[in-house]
């Protein structure tokens, strides 16, 4: 088993950054595929982006130019970055991991964390 704890969150200005991290623990050589995807009230769970052990990424559409992955393999942890957020990036973020593709989700979720930008 491999657990997942997000942090991070919270209220963002529009054109303001962030930079949520997720932590593993537990079975880590289950990890493979780390990602972050989102969900904004009434809307189905969407990629923002993922990044391979390997370092190979994948971005969700309209993502790619305004978020980041890093990895850090030897801390077990991922962070995603953006400094071009918009009001539209209000959803919860999900940090997830386990899959041996970086455009599919793996079996493993954390709880997620809460972002919102709004002036």
């Known amino acids: 088993q491999v657990q997942l704890m997000e942090s991070g969150g919270g209220l963002v200005q529009p054109g303001g950054s962030m930079r949520p991290s997720c932590a593993a623990s537990g079975n880590i050589f289950n990890l493979k595929t780390m990602g972050w995807w989102r969900q904004a009230p009434g809307n189905q769970r969407e990629l923002v982006a993922a990044?391979?052990?390997?370092?190979?990424?994948a971005y969700g559409d309209s993502m790619e130019g305004r978020f980041t992955v890093p990895r850090d393999n030897a801390k077990n942890t991922m962070y995603l970055e953006s400094n071009i957020l918009i009001p539209e990036d209000t959803a919860v973020y999900y940090c997830n991991a386990g899959s041996y593709r970086v455009w599919s989700p793996g079996p493993y979720w954390g709880q997620g964390t809460q972002v919102t930008v709004s002036s």
């Open positions: 990044v391979s052990s390997g370092g190979a990424t």
